[in-house]
C-alpha cells in the first residue's frame, strides 16, 4: 500500500476498533487502489478517502413491539447513509440477531461501489435491527415493520433513500413496511421501497435477479477465460432467493448443481439436484433442507459441526457459489476449495470470503468473481423498478432480464477492461473495487468537499 492508504486504514482501525466487519470491508478495498492512487495524488489533497470510509449519515433508533402475548420487546433500528455523490441513497434492509453497526456499515460501504458499478444514478445505503423474524406470526411482523417504518419513514424517500429487501426482509415485510409508509405519509410513493409485489408497484424478475445475474456474471468470467458453464458441478451455500435462482440459471447454461445448504447443514446428490423440490421445502413450506431426504432418500446430509469448514464446501465441485452470508469462506476452506480443484467461486453473498482466502484464491489461480460486481444484479434490478414506477408503467419478464443481462455483461468487462488497464490479470476483485472507486470519486471531487 501506499503511505496514504496505509494511514487512512490505520485511522479507520484506530477509530472503529471494534467494528470487525466494517475494517475488513475497508481493508479489502484499500488494498486494491495503491495502482490508481500513485496516479492521482490531488485524492490525498483534498482528503478524499478519508471522506469516502466515513458515512455520511448513521441513524440509529428503537423499536418496539408487541407479541402475540401481549410482551413489549424492545430491538434497534439502523440506516447507514454511506454515500450519496451518484445518486439516492439505495441499499436493503435485514432483520436478523447478528445486524450491529458494523454489520450495517460494511454493507452499506460495500453497497457505494457495487451501485456505482451498475452505472445507474443510486448511492450506497443499508440498514436493519437485530429484530428475528423467525418464529414470528405474521402479525407480530406486520407490528414490528410498522414500528420500524414509523421512525425510519423520516429518513427516506424516492429522491432521498429507497431501501429493499435482504436477509429476513421479503415480499412479506416489504407490504408491510411499505404500507405503513403510505399511511403515516398520506401519498402513494412507489418509489419509496423496492421488491414491492406486483400488484402494487414491483417489477417482474426482482425476485430472481441476484441469482440470474450471478450467473451472468460467472457466464462472462468464465467466457473471457475459454470456459462454460456446461457440464460442470456446482455447489451453493445457501437455499434463499440468491442460491435458488443462481442454481436455476446455472442449470439453464448446462451445469448440474449437486448440492445446496442452510445454515444447519447440506445435502448432496450426485445426479443433480431438484430445485423444484428445493423451491417447494424454501419457499412455500419454510423447512429446514435435510427435509429433501424425504423425497430423494439416496441423497446424502451432511450437518455442520460448529468451528469446522461447512459441509457444502468440501463437496469436491467444479464452481462453488456462496449465496449464504458473510465470511462463510475463510482461509482454511479456500485451501480445501482449492484442493479439490474448484475452478471458479462467484460471490451471491456479500462479503462471503475473508480478505485471507482472497488472497489464497487468487493465488492459486482461481477465478473470483466479487460479490460487489457479481451479485449487484439484485440492485440494478431495484434501480429498474425504481424506474418503472418513475414512468408508472411495468415492463415484461423478458424485458427486465434483458436489461439484467446487459448491465451484468458490462459490469464484468468494466471489471475486466479495468484489470487489464492496470496489469492485475484476472484479478477481477481489484479490477471492481477500481472501477468502482473511480465513478465515486469522480462524482465526489466534481462536488466538491461535503
Known amino acids: 500500500m501506499s503511505n496514504y492508504l496505509e494511514k487512512v486504514l490505520a485511522e479507520v482501525n484506530n477509530k472503529d476498533s471494534h467494528e470487525v466487519e466494517f475494517k475488513q470491508a475497508v481493508a479489502e478495498v484499500l488494498s486494491s487502489l495503491k495502482p490508481v492512487i500513485d496516479r492521482h495524488d490531488e485524492f490525498r489533497r483534498v482528503s478524499l478517502l478519508e471522506r469516502l470510509v466515513e458515512p455520511e449519515r448513521i441513524i440509529t433508533f428503537r423499536v418496539p413491539w408487541v407479541d402475540d402475548d401481549g ?60 429484530f428475528d423474524p423467525k418464529g414470528k406470526s405474521d402479525n407480530e411482523i406486520m407490528r414490528f415493520c410498522q414500528s420500524f417504518m414509523s421512525e425510519l419513514y423520516r429518513h427516506i424517500g424516492h429522491n432521498l433513500d429507497v431501501p429493499a429487501g435482504d436477509i429476513g426482509v421479503g415480499a412479506r415485510e416489504v407490504g408491510y413496511l ?20 406486483l400488484s402494487y408497484g414491483g417489477s417482474l424478475a426482482r425476485k430472481e435477479a441476484t441469482g440470474f445475474g450471478l450467473i ?30 443462481a442454481a436455476q440459471k446455472a442449470i439453464e447454461y448446462g451445469a448440474k448443481v449437486v448440492a445446496m445448504s442452510d445454515s444447519n447443514g447440506c445435502i448432496y446428490d450426485e445426479m443433480g439436484i431438484d430445485l423444484d423440490e428445493i423451491k417447494r421445502i424454501k419457499e412455500k413450506e419454510r423447512l429446514r433442507i435435510k427435509e429433501y431426504l424425504v423425497e430423494y432418500p439416496n441423497a446424502i446430509y451432511m450437518e455442520n459441526t460448529q468451528g469446522e469448514t461447512p459441509s457444502v464446501y468440501t463437496v469436491p465441485v467444479d464452481i462453488v457459489l456462496p449465496c449464504a452470508t458473510q465470511n462463510d469462506i475463510n482461509l482454511e476452506t479456500a485451501k ?21 482466502a482472497i488472497q489464497y484464491l487468487l493465488e492459486n489461480n482461481v477465478l473470483l468473481a466479487p460479490a460487489k460486481a457479481a451479485n449487484a444484479g439484485g440492485v440494478a434490478t431495484s434501480a429498474l423498478e425504481m424506474s418503472q414506477n418513475s414512468m408508472r408503467y411495468s415492463w415484461s419478464f423478458d424485458e427486465v432480464n434483458q436489461k439484467l443481462d446487459m448491465i451484468m455483461t458490462n459490469i464484468f468487462n468494466m471489471c475486466a477492461a479495468t484489470a487489464q488497464e492496470y496489469d492485475l490479470g484476472t484479478n477481477y476483485v481489484a479490477g471492481a473495487n477500481i472501477a468502482a472507486f473511480k465513478k465515486v470519486s469522480d462524482a465526489m471531487m466534481a462536488q466538491g468537499v461535503i
Open 71 to 130: 410482551n413489549i420487546h424492545v430491538n434497534r433500528g439502523y440506516r447507514i447513509q454511506f454515500n450519496g455523490s451518484i445518486g439516492p441513497y439505495k441499499g436493503g434492509l435485514r432483520f436478523h440477531p447478528s445486524v450491529n453497526q458494523s454489520i450495517m456499515k460494511f454493507l452499506a460501504f460495500e453497497q457505494t461501489f457495487k451501485n456505482a458499478l451498475t452505472g445507474l444514478p443510486i448511492g450506497g445505503g443499508k440498514g436493519g435491527s437485530d
Open 178 to 197: 411499505f404500507g405503513q409508509y403510505r399511511k403515516i405519509k398520506n401519498t402513494y410513493e412507489a418509489g419509496v421501497l423496492t421488491g414491492k409485489g
Open 216 to 245: 451472468y456474471f460467472m457466464r462472462e468470467m468464465l467466457k473471457a477465460n475459454n470456459m462454460t458453464l456446461e457440464n460442470k458441478k456446482v455447489s451453493i451455500s445457501g437455499s434463499g432467493n440468491v442460491a435458488i435462482y
Open 336 to 356: 480445501i476449495l482449492v484442493q479439490n480443484s474448484v475452478i471458479a467461486v462467484g460471490e451471491g453473498a456479500n462479503m462471503p470470503t475473508t480478505n485471507e
